[in-house]
């Protein structure tokens, strides 16, 4: 069965300092990636996604994550943190038709 | 605004109440789901409907009955809830591709007393 690890519940940075999200995940299959955004009292937002093609992947906000097979991974991030990136933030693989498996999620704290 | 409109923001209820939240897409998706969202837990899949019809249901409770009348509307009767079941519910909508892009909605916060 596929999964997802996010590695760190909570991570801390500064105010233009880079933002590092981990995400590793299991899947016997090609999997598509996801990492989702949830802002406080909302419900979760798509920042970008793998399927085929380019590794390197842009969304928005200025994020971008690599999918790296030979490391399972699909780690999110950011040069310069703003005070508007403080979120949780949730990396997601799909298993198949509809269904997608959701990590546990990470804080991002941004400090002046 | 993310075209996925959930009702009631808040909601508290006794554990022999009965009580429905709703959920709208403006879309013109084909798929809705229900999620739950517990502290310090992964977002939980509930229920899937795809063009009005159930495909899944993820060994949920009979106490959250899901109804699907169109593909705009999604409900979530409760009742004889647990504290437990306290949590954000989250509805979310897709076009019905197996991309995994979903469209979430605010969420409705259920307290269970």
């Known amino acids: 069965a596929q999964s997802v690890t996010q590695l760190g519940s909570h991570v801390s940075v500064s105010e233009g300092a880079l933002v590092l999200l981990r995400c590793n995940y299991s899947?016997?299959?090609?999997?598509?990636l996801f990492w989702y955004v949830q802002y406080p009292n909302q419900g979760l937002q798509l920042l970008l996604k793998?399927?085929?093609?380019?590794?390197l992947v842009k969304g928005i906000n200025g994020f971008e994550a690599e999918f790296k097979k030979s490391e399972t991974s699909f780690h999110l991030t950011k040069p310069s943190a703003h005070m508007s990136d403080a979120a949780e933030y949730f990396c997601?693989?799909?298993?198949?038709?509809?269904?997608?498996?959701f990590g546990t999620g990470t804080r991002l704290l941004v400090s002046p | 605004e993310t075209g996925v409109t959930q009702t009631p923001r808040h909601l508290v209820m006794g554990m022999t109440n009965k009580k429905s939240l709703k959920c709208e897409q403006h879309?013109?998706?084909?798929?809705m789901y229900w999620y739950k969202q517990s502290a310090k837990k992964p977002l939980e899949l509930m229920f899937v409907?795809?063009?009005?019809?159930?495909?899944e249901n993820n060994s949920v409770p009979s106490r959250f009955s899901p109804e699907c009348p169109n593909s705009s509307h999604l409900f979530l009767h409760l009742h004889t809830l647990q504290p437990e079941d306290s949590a954000l519910y989250l509805c979310?909508?897709?076009?019905?591709?197996?991309?995994?892009?979903?469209?979430f909605g605010e969420g409705s916060r259920l307290t269970v007393l």
């Open positions: 899947s016997s299959v090609p999997p598509y």
């Open positions: 979310a909508s897709s076009l019905g591709q197996d991309t995994g892009e979903l469209f």
């Open positions: 879309l013109g998706h084909n798929a």
């Open positions: 997601a693989v799909n298993t198949g038709f509809q269904k997608l498996v």
């Open positions: 409907y795809n063009f009005k019809e159930q495909t």
């Open positions: 793998y399927t085929t093609g380019a590794t």
